[in-house]
């Protein structure tokens, strides 16, 4: 079974930048046919998606509020994708989680929560 470890998140000033990364274990499953993306949730507030790649050919998407300000990537051989978020604003504070889906399979991981202060 796929099990999702992110990490990264933490407390920064408006402005900043932080990189959260979800490394994906065994290190041999086979996440071609995934793509994995990482969706937020602030207090009060429905997770909502913030971006997604395919882990087969790359093909970002983002969320609007996102587009210009976060990157997301992959790394294959280390089952692992990033993502990088720079010019944070306040209203970026939520707990991000990690998520990896395919047809078939929708997989978590735990969350790292992401502080932004004004």
């Known amino acids: 079974e796929l099990q999702l470890v992110d990490s990264g998140g933490g407390l920064v000033q408006a402005g900043g930048s932080l990189r959260l990364s979800c490394k994906a274990s065994?290190?041999?499953?086979?996440?071609?046919?995934?793509?994995i993306g990482w969706f937020r949730q602030a207090p009060g507030k429905e997770k909502k998606g913030v971006a997604c790649?395919?882990?087969?050919?790359?093909?970002?998407f983002y969320e609007d509020s996102v587009k210009g300000r976060f990157t997301i990537s992959k790394d294959n051989a280390k089952s692992t994708v990033y993502l990088q978020m720079n010019s944070l604003k306040p209203e970026d504070t939520a707990v991000y989680y990690c998520?990896?889906?395919?047809?078939?399979?929708?997989?978590w991981g735990k969350g790292t929560l992401v502080t932004v202060s004004s």
């Open positions: 065994p290190s041999g499953f086979t996440f071609d046919d995934y793509a």
């Open positions: 998520n990896a889906n395919n047809p078939r399979m929708n997989y």
């Open positions: 790649i395919s882990m087969r050919d790359g093909t970002a």
